[in-house]
């Protein structure tokens, strides 16, 4: 792929890499036809038979949306079909996707392939990101100790997470597994975002010290910790295929009109149905409450689904704080979000060194560091998960049911807000 990838940023801060189609592999043959009558070759860049899409990409997208769309309109000339969006009203990626589709539902009955954008998936630390709100604010250092581990509940259980780099923490030692490439580098000065995967870590620990984490990095500094759906959904099969019993997703993309990314959607369909996955529902519910409002979001807009954590087979988790009480940053009045968990002023493991805060400050972190976000909520969902599960006789997916038969009955709760889970934070 080329290392200039423009970036589009669409309706409810949902952003995807323009001039990228993402197309379902049995018809991709049929797709490429279309692009060659009218006179465009676009190249294959990628193809994922674990995911059976493939990956196209277009080499000059606004004289490729106008060439495909004066070929639908003439080709379809007198029959009924949804018109293409002239340039400069639409986007040009949404422009190729609308043309592609009036085409075949015009020339089938109805019916077209199976096509998405790369979309973006970025993290869920504390703003900063392109694609994340934040709203959980920035980490701040913590004195003391964590829980002492060892032999505890856990054993034997995998649990698996794609996060940003994992820094060597001593308190972590011997409840990972991880790539050289998916560790952080020994460096005096780092960004907020690179300890998230270590702070996450460690609070999938503190609940189940005797699991193992195997890690994978998703969300690199280089691309400034933001990812696009290929490379993630690619990488929750692969994880899902080695083993793991549990995978913890903190992070969140976002669409225009609510409908599940296609490469999301597609990779948690292709998992075991036995694994559990748990993801973070956002720090989103208070960007009406932001002065300056957050750029290209609407500031009522505080209900809206991410994904992967609004899909119908993951666990989503919001924060609150340790009474219980719904943090302002949570989506609000959300059915989609099935747990609340503690996600304010959590402490973890951290960096050790010089941190640039996103508020611009730095300050100093010796190993440990208090944080907010569902992001939060979500690893300590996983790791009572973990702690609930016993290979060889409960699993997983019957820890998870443990947990939900353990919170307070329908009607405990006002309309909206989801069941809170107790649980000892460090």
Known sequence: MSEERSTIQGARNAHFYAAEILVALPHLSQVMAVFRDAGLQPAVTARSEALDLGLLTLADERSAADRLAEHVERKLAGRPHQPVPAAGEDSDT??????????????????????????????VEGGGGIVSHGGGGCPEPASGSMPARGAGPGQGVRVGVLDTALAPHPWLAGGWVARYSDMLPTDIRYDQAAGHATFVTGLIL???????????????????????????ANEIVALGRSGVDILNLSLVSYTEDGQPPLALATAIDRLDPNIVVVAAAGNHGDVD?????????????????????????????????????VSRFTPRATDWIDFLAP?????STYLSGTVELD???REEFTGLGRWSGTSFSAALISGAIAAGTEPGRVTARQALDNIRDSVAPPGAYPPGVPPFVWLDVP
Not at 97 to 114: D, V
Not at 117 to 122: A, E, F, H, P, T
Not at 343 to 347: C, F, W
């Open 343 to 347: 996600g304010e002023g959590v402490r």
């Open 359 to 361: 508020d611009r400050r």
């Open 289 to 325: 409450r932001r002065d300056p409002p957050v750029p290209g979001v609407d500031e009522h807009d505080t209900r809206k689904p991410t994904f992967p954590a609004a899909l119908d087979d993951v666990t989503a988790v919001g924060a609150a704080d340790n009474g219980g009480k």
């Open 206 to 232: 503190s609940q189940a010290p005797g699991a193992t984490v195997r890690m994978r990095q998703v969300l690199r500094k280089d691309n400034g910790f933001v990812a696009d759906v290929w490379t993630v």
């Open 94 to 123: 949404n422009r190729v996707l609308i043309a592609l589709r009036s085409y075949f539902a015009s020339e089938h009955g109805g019916w077209a392939p199976t096509l998405g954008k790369n979309r973006l998936v970025g993290g």
